[in-house]
């Protein structure tokens, strides 16, 4: 079984930054995949970025430019650097894993981190 723990929300205003942190424990041998989904009232979950094992990224559209994933093999977490944070980004941010190399179906969730961004 895997682990993860978010850390890092909270509330920011507009323009400002956040990085949020993921740390993963537990058969951690299994993962491949990390990365970062959100959740808004009332709106379905949605990918914002992942990176592979390897450091492959890919981004939702709307954080492309602003949004910056990094990953740390040997902490075994995995972060999310926001920039020029909308009132649109807020949301309850997940942390999730996979053990393929794809990130749309995961195996591991977090419990989720708030993030309110005031205008």
């Known amino acids: 079984q895997v682990q993860l723990v978010e850390s890092g929300g909270g509330l920011v205003q507009a323009g400002g930054s956040l990085r949020l942190s993921c740390a993963a424990s537990?058969?951690?041998?299994?993962?491949?995949?990390m990365g970062w989904y959100r959740q808004a009232p009332g709106k379905q979950r949605e990918l914002v970025a992942a990176i592979t094992s390897g450091g492959s990224t890919n981004y939702a559209d709307s954080v492309k430019g602003r949004f910056t994933i990094s990953r740390d093999n040997a902490k075994n977490t995995v972060y999310l650097q926001m920039n020029s944070l909308k009132p649109e980004d807020t949301a309850v941010y997940y942390c999730?894993?996979?053990?393929?190399?794809?990130?749309?179906?995961?195996?591991?969730w977090g419990q989720g981190t708030q993030v309110t961004v005031s205008s």
């Open positions: 537990g058969s951690i041998f299994r993962i491949n995949a």
């Open positions: 999730a894993a996979d053990r393929s190399w794809r990130l749309t179906n995961p195996d591991y």
